[in-house]
């Protein structure tokens, strides 16, 4: 069991976002803007999924899990509501979220399957924004120029997904979710969140008029595969993924541990978490 706190972050959103918000970079600020364009949708199925295992558990196994995922709900929950505001100011910038209604289409046709397939699919994504939000906490300079409030945003959604990187796929295994669907959707979902991102990224890119500069894609190239760059660090631990003995403890957190105990004045604790 992992203990989840659920913070309220004590940053304004109702002020406006600059276009090129961080650091200046316009890639940076496309491929930041469409990451959050996924998350009210993606972290409203991530809650559901997990409820919907909880349910499918015999009662003493609910009892054991019930306070992690209400802590997992409460932070998942947060995310959705706090990049719901950010999203509507990036939009003032004329930019379009195509992502959303794709997912929304996709979605649609797991209504009514056994939940581990919404367990493992929430699995997978949690993996992945695990090492992304490793790789931030390891990188915070690639924030460096960013207003204040918007760094402590995605530094503190890090901090959280790291923390909670655990509750789905434990759900999925006390289920008795086998490793052979745990690896296809781990391939499947890499192959439409990389094909996501990258689309909503270039319309990001192409409605801000930045799509074509060199300089847009200078900074892809040493961001994702540079030699400290994304892609290039987080292979091996995303391919641990696919080991029968894995399990996403096995990967540091410790990042995350120090930026929440560092940044309390950020955020205040919920005194309790809603009802899973």
Known sequence: MTELVVRRLLIDLEQPVARHWCANDAFLTAW???????FPIGEQFFIDSVRNGLKALPPERQ???????????????THRRIHALFNAQIEKHGLVNAWEPRARERLQLLEGTDPRHGLAITAANEHFTALFAEWLLAHPHVLDGSEARLKTLWLWHSAEEAEHKCTAFDLYQALGGSLAWRSTWMRRITLVFLADTM????????????????????????????????????????RAYFRPDFHPNQQSSELSARWLRDNSASYTPVARAQPA
């Open 32 to 38: 930041f803007n469409a990451l959050s364009m996924s």
């Open 63 to 77: 009892t054991e899990l019930q306070a992690e995922v209400q802590g997992f709900v409460g932070q998942e929950a």
């Open 199 to 238: 689309r909503q990224t270039v319309d990001n890119l192409r409605r801000d008029g930045t799509l074509w500069q060199w300089r847009t894609w200078r900074s892809a190239a040493r961001h994702l595969l540079g030699r400290e760059g994304l892609l290039r660090l987080t292979f091996k631990p995303w």
